[in-house]
T-cell receptor, first 113, second 116 residues
Framework: AQKVTQAQTEISVVEKEDVTLDCVYE???????LFWYKQPPSGELVFLIR??????QNEISGRYSWNFQKSTSSFNFTITASQVVDSAVYFC??????????FGTGTRLQVFP | GAGVSQSPRYKVAKRGQDVALRCDPI?????LFWYQQALGQGPEFLTY????????KSGLPSDRFFAERPEGSVSTLKIQRTQQEDSAVYLC??????????????FGEGSRLTVL
């Protein structure tokens, strides 16, 4: 069965600190996709990144970076020099070749000024 | 509109009432999804439409839940004889691609249902 585990329920940091959000996934499929979404207080989920299982290259987008390691079934997300606007709930998600995304339970990030 | 629009944003229902939740996807988007998000949890898949065809309804929790998208644009999620366990935020998402894997999903702000 497919499963996504986000063990960190809540993280609090002070502005400008770096923070890493962990994501561990389980799947028996060889072809799958991994995602990160951000959910601000307004409620809508905002797409951040999509990765397929054949692309283990790390990705950097501004202050955001992602580390995909198939050997440990992890897809971790790092925010460098965090800002108050980064405060939100972050979800990691997994999809095989079906219609649905399997979401983790989310990590609430609070960035204090 | 510019984004996915859902209405009502908040709905309070008495147990046993029927409710209808509406989703206006981004114009021209082929795929439409409904997810249910309980408090403190991640969203859980309910159903998927490609145009007007409901291709997957495996996530609907019971036969009290029904979704439609008759003209391939607006979708309605209907819950009959609501129960307290139906209390959740119902999220709608759309995509210009077929399925969730090839492109990003655009989510609405959700409809928060509270069943008393």
């Amino acid at each position: 069965a497919q499963k996504v585990t986000q063990a960190q329920t809540e993280i609090s940091v002070v502005e400008k600190e770096d923070v890493t959000l962990d994501c561990v996934y389980e799947t028996r499929d060889t072809t799958y996709y991994l995602f990160w979404y951000k959910q601000p207080p307004s409620g809508e989920l905002v797409f951040l990144i999509r990765r397929n299982s054949f692309d283990e290259q790390n990705e950097i987008s501004g202050r955001y970076s992602w580390n995909f390691q198939k050997s440990t079934s992890s897809f971790n997300f790092t925010i460098t020099a965090s800002q108050v606007v980064d405060s939100a709930v972050y979800f990691c998600a997994l999809s095989d070749n079906t219609d649905k995304l399997i979401f983790g339970t989310g990590t609430r990030l609070q960035v204090f000024p | 509109g510019a984004g996915v629009s859902q209405s009502p944003r908040y709905k309070v229902a008495k147990r046993g009432q029927d409710v209808a939740l509406r989703c206006d996807p981004i114009s021209g988007h082929v795929s439409l999804f409904w997810y249910q998000q309980a408090l403190g949890q991640g969203p859980e898949f309910l159903t998927y439409f490609q145009n007007e065809a409901q291709l997957d309804k495996s996530g609907l929790p019971s036969d009290r839940f029904f979704a439609e998208r008759p003209e391939g644009s607006v979708s309605t999620l209907k819950i009959q004889r609501t129960q307290q366990e139906d209390s959740a935020v119902y999220l709608c998402a759309s995509s210009s691609y077929r399925g969730p894997n090839t492109g990003e999903l655009f989510f609405g702000e959700g409809s928060r249902l509270t069943v008393l």
